[in-house]
């Protein structure tokens, strides 16, 4: 049932988006509403993720209240205006706080990776000799989609640590010190709250190599630098930083340098694309495919595993759409959990995915893969 209402979430996620692309707000808007009323009804079915799900359904009721109806408010946004106080930075910084409900069997091959990053992390924060100097900066890169924000989420959610999910964008403020200060907050709300895994996605952003480079940019790398560094002795908790690019090649020296060990994230091939299909139709019979023939056509497309995932969710949501025709439109989909209304099901078959395969296109092309190999040879470790 909640691979059911994920493709229905995901189905409704894309009509926000495309609604957002087109630059109809007032549909964004409902979009989002929608996607949040189907995450609450996820929050009823799947009591042991309750919270989570509530949580991101928070979310989505506020991207819904962003783009409300009347023209924003000419009061600057929060996080546009200038943070005031000591309090305000702390607080801001809490807001990163994710609670990860993910686990490595969410996470399908990369086998090679899962092993290396949770060696890594359990190193970092396990009692042992002085002598025994851990990483203290972990740097995922490869292309888009490829499971770099799962793998974080689950080292994070292995070891009960407390995870920052920081987009760069998050800490870069166009107030002079400010970026350089949430920094220092950020480090400082996870020594405190140790163990702590600190994870900067699109860590490229903060790079010297980006063409127009800010004062306020080098300032800001030179907190992150000495934070990852931890020089401050101060003796608090450990906290660990894992970062993640998908232009590792943007990344200048100095921020490499605070990355020794840095992990080749690569898109998947047949053994984990199968791994992926199983488990984006968990719950759902699929005795009836051809798992093979999938996965090979998934790996001859170069789709990424946020890829197979949405063609998962295609594929279920055509074989939804097959056994209960009389569920045409998105407003009663959504509005499931209000009536109770229980949809039939049948297992999968092989022409839900040739439908499914006909509407996700094929992002990466060979050559760029290449490039990130080659980068893996020459700077991977
Ligand atoms: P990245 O951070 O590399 O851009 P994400 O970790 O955000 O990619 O992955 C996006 C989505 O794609 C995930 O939420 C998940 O649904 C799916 N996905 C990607 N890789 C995998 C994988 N190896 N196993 C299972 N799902 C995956």
């Not at 692309?21 to 996820?42: F, N």
């Not at 924060?125 to 100097?133: D, G, N, V, Y």
């Not at 056509?297 to 969710?313: K, Q, T």
């Amino acid at each position: 049932m909640r691979s059911l209402y994920l493709s229905l979430f995901e189905e409704c996620k894309r009509k926000y988006e495309g609604a957002l692309g087109r630059g109809d707000l007032e549909a964004a808007r409902d979009y989002a509403l929608k996607c949040a009323r189907i995450l609450k009804a996820l929050a009823e079915k799947v009591p042991g993720k309750r919270e989570f799900y509530l949580e991101k359904a928070e979310s989505w009721e506020n991207a819904a209240r962003e783009l409300g109806p009347r023209p924003p408010s000419p009061v600057p946004q929060s996080n546009t205006r200038r943070i005031s106080s000591e309090d305000e930075y702390r607080s801001r910084v809490e807001g990163l706080i994710s609670r990860s409900a993910v686990t490595w069997n969410d996470i399908g091959g990369l086998c090679g990776v899962k092993k290396l990053l949770a060696q890594s992390v359990a190193l970092a924060f396990a009692k042992k000799p002085e002598a025994i100097k851990p990483w203290r900066g972990i740097l995922l890169f490869g292309p888009p989609g490829t499971g770099k924000t799962l793998l974080a989420s689950a080292a994070a959610g292995s070891l009960n640590a407390t995870f920052f999910n920081v987009k760069a964008s998050d800490v870069l403020s166009k107030y002079y010190g400010e970026s350089s200060k949430l920094i220092t907050a950020l480090y400082q709300v996870a020594r405190e709250r140790a163990p702590s895994i600190v994870f900067i996605d699109e860590v490229d952003a903060l790079s010297l190599k980006r063409e127009s480079v800010h004062e306020a940019t080098r300032r800001t790398l030179a907190t992150l630098l000495a934070e990852i560094d931890g020089f401050k002795g101060r003796g608090e908790g450990f906290v660990l930083t894992l970062a993640s690019t998908n232009t590792p090649w943007d990344l200048d020296e100095a921020l490499l340098s605070r990355f020794p060990l840095r992990v080749y994230v690569p898109p998947p091939d047949k053994g984990a694309a199968k791994d992926i299909l199983r488990i984006h139709t968990k719950g759902l019979d699929i005795s009836k495919l051809d798992l093979d023939a999938i996965a090979e056509e998934s790996v001859r497309r170069l789709y990424s595993g946020r890829e197979i995932a949405n063609l998962c969710s295609l594929a279920i949501h055509h074989m939804l759409e097959d056994v209960n025709p009389e569920l045409t439109d998105l407003e009663r989909l959504s509005n499931l959990e209000v009536n109770g209304l229980e949809l039939k099901v049948r297992p999968l078959e092989m022409r839900d995915f040739e439908e499914a395969f006909k509407k996700i296109k094929n992002p990466l092309t060979r050559k760029e893969i290449e490039r990130y190999e080659k980068w893996a040879e020459e700077f991977g470790g």
